[in-house]
């Protein structure tokens, strides 16, 4: 267990509904990142928080919708995706944002919640 | 920006063998290296990572090399186990950023 866990394990929706994944981190970190992973792009960072503030958006569409409550919670709401947004999406935790060389931007990763879009 | 690419996209070696695997980086002001391997059903998880103040390091059956001029970095993996097979990924980042740009993968397969 890497103290990063995510729920749900496996999510299967249909393109009009509304879904959120869930992502909490115990160990104290105050950086969280949401990942896509996919066939054609397997690891492709999505969003960053730090500190709960939100400090990278890689150009991601609107329909997924992030939110930071607290540094230990991350949350990303899905509406309106599309049959090519299934894959699996990761959540992860650092102790800093940024790379200092300190080894405190370590990420650590949940185990994933496998996305399919009908 | 950073582009990282990774070679070979699969790869499979007798137990016991060794295994390579490396990646080519674009940014000359990257300084942090880190591999990630991903087993089935995980999250990627760090084995090793390297700066750019060193060339080599090892942990035990694992190894990173750097080569900053030639922009290159590649993990070793010495006397492989069945345990071994999974996903692994190599990442780049520099000082001050706050993402890292990772590999396309490599599958790797240990065939007792």
């Known amino acids: 267990e890497t103290g990063v866990t995510q729920t749900p394990r496996h999510l299967v929706m249909g393109m009009t509904n509304k879904k959120s994944l869930k992502c909490e981190q115990h160990l104290g970190h105050n950086a969280m990142y949401w990942y896509k992973q996919s066939a054609k792009k397997p690891l492709e960072l999505m969003f960053v928080y730090n500190f709960k503030e939100q400090t990278e958006n890689n150009s991601v569409p609107s329909r997924f919708s992030p939110e930071c409550p607290n540094s230990s919670h991350l949350f990303l709401h899905l509406h309106t995706l599309q049959p090519e947004d299934s894959a699996l999406y990761l959540c992860a935790s650092s102790q800093d944002a940024v790379f200092s060389g300190t080894g405190r931007n370590t990420q650590y990763f949940g185990p994933g919640t496998r996305l399919t879009v009908l | 920006g950073e582009n990282v690419e990774q070679h070979p996209s699969t790869l499979s070696v007798q137990e016991g063998d060794s295994a390579v695997i490396k990646c080519t980086y674009s940014d000359s002001a990257s300084n942090y290296f880190p591999w990630y391997k991903q087993e089935l059903g995980k999250g990627p998880q760090l084995i090793i990572d390297?700066?750019?103040?060193?060339g080599e390091k090892k942990d035990q059956r694992i190894a990173v090399t750097l080569n900053k001029t030639a922009k290159h970095f590649s993990l070793h993996i010495t006397e492989t186990q069945p345990e071994d097979s999974a996903v692994y990924f190599c990442a780049a980042s520099n000082s001050g950023a706050q993402k890292l740009v990772f590999g396309q993968g490599t599958r790797l397969t240990i065939n007792p």
């Open positions: 390297i700066r750019s103040n060193v």
